[in-house]
């Protein structure tokens, strides 16, 4: 294991990321449970990650001093680069010049973690992000790499093997950075690099029968890529003990609930409950336009019908003990804050979060140390298809936060029409794994056209699609224009209610995916 201590940045992840991707498994801890999560791991080495805050303030945080008395490897990036400097008897100072995005990395000499990747005397394309820089090394580093804003941006002390990058290696901006850190790990810590998918399987599948015993298991199946895998990895550990349930809002896409309902029941054999429950949730939502409101709704209705389920179960003498969840990794790791007060709400996100608390159950998450790279990864480990696996993502509120307006059964079965309509023409192009997430929204106005000899007075679609890497961030994609016009004429012929579509052009931030 490689204990990744963070300070803070928004790159941590990426890290871990890339470790993984080694081969070698990692975790992350926030610095102030850095020395806990010393203690629990055991680590084979350390990697310290960059961070918002500046090591020359007066109470910024540090690394444990047990990582440095461990005698281990220890890689310092960035801000951990200039912890390092400053807590081995080094200086850092403020400067003026900050160094941001692409810079060139001069190496100066060969070191371990340059070993087979970069040659003294060449130039490197790397990412940089600091204001503050080291200014004097501790006893013992010396100098392998110089930027033009940083004459310490890559220091080794190889007695000790201890490393310090002022760029970022685990970025896509820095080329050739995961073979630094393939390096750090392999050559450096001496890590094998066995940790495989396979061995993680067999791993949870054990844990799984550890924890459940003969207990009963339930899962809210949603049909998405995450409670999929969940349900799939608990029923291959406890086969018949695992019910699934699946409430079906009548706000999934088209034939969405069907192929689900089949792949589980046929495919896999698991034990499903199909709850249809979608004219209790679109009586609720009904003439409902406040975003918050529906999504508050479909939440509170989504955990009193799985409730009632459960209750019926226990009637049949099958009471449940645990709940899976699909928690993913990025959920998990508490996020380091330097700000002190709660981050603001932009939209309540829905999914089965809340259930645990009210229903007295222990929870079952497979997946809380994966990434979801790692989860379709999983997944196909797991027999699951490619298009499946591939899904883009949905959102737990489904088509009703794309109807911006309010919700009625007759906009949800034109909105289904146009979507299904638009992804078939993007697989046709053969753009669907180049695009993160598409889907239409269906606008509350209606505007005038011309169709036949005949006016038309009818709603307005606006398509959406965007790249992304985690959903946090996205740019709309670009599309040529045949494309747009194909999908738009296909729909303003093919589905009622329709005559006229526009596509978005706005990335996040300043727009959010969704409409709502
Ligand atoms: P936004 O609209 O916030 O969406 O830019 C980012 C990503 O999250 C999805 N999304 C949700 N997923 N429950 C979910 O499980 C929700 O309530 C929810 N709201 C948005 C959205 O589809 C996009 O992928």
Redesign the pocket.
Known sequence: TVLIIDFGSQVTQLIARRVREAGVYSEIAPFQLAEEAFHRLKPKAVILSGSPASTVDVGSPRAPQVIFDSGLPVLGICYGEQTMCAQLGGKVEGSDHREFGRAFLEIAKDCALFDGVWATGTRHQVWMSHGDRVTALPPGFEVVGTSSGAPFAAIADEKRRYYGLQFHPEVVHTPDGAKLLSNFVHKIAGLKGDWTMAAYREQAIDAIRSQVGGGKVICAL?G?VDSSVAALLTHEAVGEQLTCILVDHGLMRKNEAAEVVEMFRQHYNVPLIVVDASDKFIDALEGEPDPEKK?KTIGRLFIEVFEEEARKLARDGETADFLVQGTLYPDVIESVSFTGGPSVT??????VGGLPERMNMSLVEPLRELFKDEVRVLGKELGLPDHFIGR??????GLA?RCPGGVTREKLDILRAADAIYLDEIRKAGLYDAI??A?AVLLPVQTVGVMGDGRTYEFVCALRAVT?VD??T?DFYHYDMEFLGRAATRIINEVRGINRVVYDVTS?PP??????
């Not at 727009?511 to 709502?516: A, L, P, Y």
């Open positions: 949603s998405g999504r932009i939209k309540s996100h829905h999914n883009h993502p949905f959102p737990g509120p936060i993160w997430q889907f992304s959903g946090m996205a996040k727009g959010t995916i969704e409409w709502e």
